[in-house]
């Protein structure tokens, strides 16, 4: 098991900023590929981005891309998720997961890790 805890979420209106944090106890992060995705009510849980063992590659989904930005601080068994000109349509709640493969991968069905989930509701 690799327990994980998102937190930094919250209630931001729209074209604001947020920066969500995922941090492991216990368990070294620096051994797992790491991926955001959210959730909203009523919706499947979709990707959002993820990001190499090392931190060099990182994909994002169409809808984030520019706006978003995924690093990880394995040193700190951090991965974090900056998302800047938020929009009503980001609001979800947002999960981290971790992946034991190598490989840089978007379904949720391939991460073997999931935290609890922080809310994020954005406002118009």
């Known amino acids: 098991q690799v327990p994980l805890v998102e937190s930094g979420g919250g209630l931001v209106q729209a074209g604001g900023s947020l920066r969500l944090v995922c941090v492991a106890s216990?368990?070294?992060?620096?051994?797992?590929?790491m991926g955001w995705f959210r959730q909203a009510p009523g919706k499947e849980r979709e990707f959002v981005a993820a990001?190499?063992?090392?931190?060099?590659?990182?994909i994002y989904q169409d809808s984030v891309n520019g706006r978003f930005t995924i690093s990880r601080d394995n040193a700190k068994n951090m991965v974090y998720l900056q998302m800047n000109s938020l929009k009503p349509e980001d609001t979800a709640t947002y999960y981290c997961?971790?992946?034991?493969?190598?490989?840089?991968?978007?379904?949720?069905?391939?991460?073997?890790?999931w935290g609890q989930g922080t809310q994020v509701t954005v406002s118009s």
């Open positions: 997961a971790a992946d034991r493969s190598t490989v840089i991968r978007r379904s949720i069905y391939e991460y073997d890790y």
């Open positions: 216990g368990r070294t992060l620096s051994a797992y590929t």
């Open positions: 990001i190499s063992l090392s931190g060099y590659t990182k």
